[in-house]
């Protein structure tokens, strides 16, 4: 699922420009739990940067997998910046600075794309960046919608994606991204996502304790401690065609 397009000069300053528009949501979306500790989860952070920051680094992330854009131009990424994909992607597709980076870099040549279509905004509560984008394949084209958290020195330490597509779309046409207090997304749910440097380790006492009531934590914990096998059985398990249910290609979800 994962691919991009660099935007034309008066595209970008539109997606510049539609990141200073505040929340519409008058009560916190995202909880704090744990602050100040090593278990602290992403909602206990706030931004550090201009909200350009946050919305360029979208931006980067979304060229690294587009053939039209400079590969030489990435995010700032956390050492351990993990990518969690819902199903029917295969959830933990990256874990690691150096697997994103070699992970795009092989997309490029074996799934090209481009991604014309980017409305990436800034938000003054984790995930700070969230965009609604449409990868252009051979097959046709893909929309999802993305959230990126990031940690006090503006690294890219979480990022979150769903199929924009009936039956699989997170959002609704009154939470377009995802303010509800009840929004169904992992990254906030993180222990460690909320320290000052968003580093997460699946051996921490908080994580393995949260997992015990978390099947997705469990099931986040279980893959970054075995990335590459967890990764290939999932793909091996998936059906032939969740990559044309993911896109909507004429598929049921």
Same mark, same amino acid.
């Given at each position: 699922?994962?691919?991009?397009?660099?935007?034309? +000069? /008066?595209?970008?300053? @539109?997606?510049?420009?539609?990141?200073?528009?505040?929340?519409? !949501?008058?009560?916190?979306?995202?909880?704090?739990?744990?602050?100040?500790?090593?278990?602290?989860t992403?909602?206990?952070l706030r931004?550090?940067?201009?909200?350009?920051?946050? @919305? $360029?680094? *979208?931006?980067?992330?979304?060229?690294?997998?587009?053939?039209?854009?400079?590969? /030489?131009?990435?995010? $700032?990424?956390?050492?351990?910046?993990? %990518?969690?994909? &819902?199903?029917?992607?295969?959830?933990?597709?990256?874990?690691?600075?150096e697997?994103?980076v070699n992970?795009?870099?092989?997309?490029?040549?074996i799934?090209?794309?481009?991604v014309?279509? %980017?409305?990436?905004? =800034?938000?003054?509560?984790?995930?700070f960046?969230?965009c609604?984008?449409? =990868?252009?394949?051979?097959?046709? !084209?893909?929309?999802?919608y993305?959230?990126?958290?990031?940690?006090? /020195?503006?690294?890219?330490?979480?990022?979150?994606? &769903?199929?924009?597509v009936?039956?699989?779309?997170?959002?609704?046409?009154?939470?377009?991204?995802?303010?509800?207090?009840?929004?169904? %997304?992992?990254?906030? %749910?993180?222990?460690?996502?909320?320290?000052?440097?968003?580093? @997460?380790?699946?051996?921490s006492?908080?994580l393995?304790?949260? *997992?015990? !009531?978390?099947?997705?934590?469990?099931?986040?914990?279980?893959?970054?401690?075995?990335?590459?096998?967890?990764? +290939?059985?999932?793909?091996?398990?998936?059906?032939?065609?969740?990559?044309?249910?993911?896109?909507? &290609?004429? /598929?049921?979800?």
């Open positions: 699922m994962i691919t991009p397009r660099l935007l034309a +000069g /008066a595209a970008l300053s @539109v997606a510049l420009s539609a990141c200073d528009e505040p929340s519409t !949501s008058s009560t916190p979306t995202t909880r704090c739990v744990g602050a100040d500790t090593d278990a602290a992403a909602g206990c931004p550090t940067m201009p909200p350009e920051h946050y @919305v $360029t680094q *979208a931006l980067l992330y979304f060229d690294t997998l587009d053939t039209s854009a400079d590969p /030489a131009r990435v995010p $700032t990424y956390s050492p351990w910046v993990a %990518r969690w994909e &819902w199903p029917p992607w295969l959830l933990l597709t990256g874990w690691g600075r697997v994103m992970t795009a870099t092989a997309l490029r040549q799934d090209p794309s481009t014309p279509q %980017r409305d990436c905004r =800034f938000f003054p509560e984790q995930p960046a969230r609604y984008v449409v =990868f252009e394949y051979a097959g046709g !084209s893909c929309p999802i993305e959230e990126f958290v990031f940690n006090d /020195a503006g690294e890219m330490t979480f990022i979150e994606a &769903w199929s924009d009936d039956g699989l779309r997170p959002t609704s046409a009154d939470d377009r991204f995802g303010e509800s207090p009840d929004f169904p %997304r992992l990254s906030t %749910r993180v222990p460690g996502l909320g320290r000052a440097d968003g580093l @997460v380790d699946p051996e006492a908080a393995i304790a949260a *997992a015990e !009531s978390d099947p997705d934590l469990a099931s986040f914990r279980a893959r970054a401690l075995d990335f590459w096998g967890t990764w +290939g059985a999932e793909y091996r398990a998936a059906p032939p065609d969740f990559f044309a249910r993911g896109c909507g &290609w004429g /598929a049921e979800p």
